[in-house]
Nanobody, 121 residues
Framework: QVQLVESGGGLVQAGGSLRLSCAVSGSTFSIYAMGWDRQVPGKQRELVASVSSTGGTNYIDSVNGRFTISRDNAKKECYLQMNSLKHDDTAVYYC???????????????WGQGTQVTVSS
């Protein structure tokens, strides 16, 4: 059974940094895109950053230049380094991974349980 486990959230002052980690556990054949979404109560969930299996990255404009997404394919882990944090970055951050479980199986997106990031102004 595949699970995504996030860690690294917490409380930080504006201007500070946090590093989120996401580990994929369980047997997998191939992991394609990985990324991070965030959710603020009452607002639409938004994709913050994504990284392809070959390392190509995408960011929403509001975090470009401040956040860096990366992955370690051997460890099946994804990271989000968040610098110069702002109050508006406060949200629950969810890791996702698009995974093929078996050689001839389909591809499914899996989500972590979420980790709270709170930025005090």
């Amino acid at each position: 059974q595949v699970q995504l486990v996030e860690s690294g959230g917490g409380l930080v002052q504006a201007g500070g940094s946090l590093r989120l980690s996401c580990a994929v556990s369980g047997s997998t054949f191939s992991i394609y895109a990985m990324g991070w979404d965030r959710q603020v109560p009452g607002k639409q969930r938004e994709l913050v950053a994504s990284v392809s299996s070959t390392g190509g990255t995408n960011y929403i404009d509001s975090v470009n230049g401040r956040f860096t997404i990366s992955r370690d394919n051997a460890k099946k882990e994804c990271y989000l380094q968040m610098n110069s944090l702002k109050h508006d970055d406060t949200a629950v951050y969810y890791c996702y991974a698009t995974i093929q479980l078996a050689r001839y199986g389909g591809v499914t997106t899996y989500w972590g349980q979420g980790t709270q990031v709170t930025v005090s102004s």
